[in-house]
C-alpha cells in the first residue's frame, strides 16, 4: 500500500513539471507503447467495473483510437475532453499523451 502511494506521489509531481499540455492517462487496461501517432477517433470509455458496481470513477473516460507512426493501433483511456480525431500525439515514457 505504501509503496503504492510513493509511485503515485512520483507520478503526480512528475504531470506537475511536464508542459501544461500533457494529460495523465488514466483507468489504463491496454498494453501501453510509447512512440507518436495520429488520434483515429474518440468516444465515451466504459465505465469501469468497480464503478459499476457503487465505488468511484472518474466522472467522464474518453476512449482514443490511436494509430502509431509504426502502423500500430492503440486504444487508450482518458479524463482530458481536449484530443480529436486527427490530432497528432505522443506517448511518453511517464504515461502522458503529449499533444504535437
Not at 503504492?4 to 511536464?18: D, P, T, W
Not at 502509431?68 to 482518458?78: A, E, I, K, P, S
Request: proline letters at 5%; a positive charge; charged letters at 25%.
Amino acid at each position: 500500500m505504501r509503496r503504492s502511494i510513493v509511485v503515485l506521489a512520483v507520478v503526480s509531481l512528475a504531470g506537475c513539471a511536464a508542459n501544461a499540455r500533457q494529460t495523465d492517462i488514466t483507468g489504463q487496461p491496454f498494453a501501453y507503447r510509447t512512440g507518436s501517432g495520429v488520434v483515429e477517433s474518440v468516444a465515451p470509455a466504459p465505465k469501469p467495473f468497480m464503478a459499476a458496481a457503487g465505488g468511484s470513477a472518474p466522472d467522464a473516460l474518453y476512449r482514443l483510437k490511436i494509430r502509431m507512426d509504426n502502423g500500430r493501433t492503440q486504444y487508450l483511456d482518458t479524463s482530458s475532453a481536449e484530443f480529436s480525431a486527427g490530432d497528432r500525439i505522443r506517448l511518453t515514457d511517464e504515461r502522458l499523451i503529449e499533444k504535437r
